[in-house]
């Protein structure tokens, strides 16, 4: 059966499926503005998907692709075809709780650029 990072990689935005497929995640501090991110290989994307049963907390419009590390997790909304990002809680994981963030993808992928 295929993993939901494949199943779903014609629904991500370009410039994640660019920045997953050459560095297939990433963990660090990316500075004041962004912050502290996790950004899961693909691999974990489906092990966090069925460890934290997302299935039964978010719908299939959200793909979770990581973390800040400190009990939100990354999420693309798939309806807004944007590589704009939402933090969603761990705790009380809901789709009616996700904050939509001030930057891009675009963005977090140049700032990884920028520090490694």
Not at 80 to 103: H, K, V
């Amino acid at each position: 059966m295929p993993d939901r990072y494949t199943t779903l990689r014609g629904k991500l935005p370009p410039s994640y499926v660019t920045f997953i497929e050459s560095h297939n995640g990433w963990e660090g501090d990316l500075g004041d503005e962004i912050g502290y991110f996790v950004i899961w290989n693909r691999d974990s994307i489906q092990e966090n998907w069925d460890g934290y049963e997302m299935a039964q907390y978010l719908s299939d419009r959200w793909f979770p692709f990581g973390s800040n590390g400190g009990g939100e997790i990354l999420c693309f909304d798939l309806e807004s075809g944007s590589d704009r990002f939402f933090w969603i809680p761990l705790i009380g994981m809901s789709g009616e709780e996700a904050m939509l963030q001030d930057y891009s993808f675009v963005d977090v992928a140049r700032a990884v650029r920028n520090v490694s």
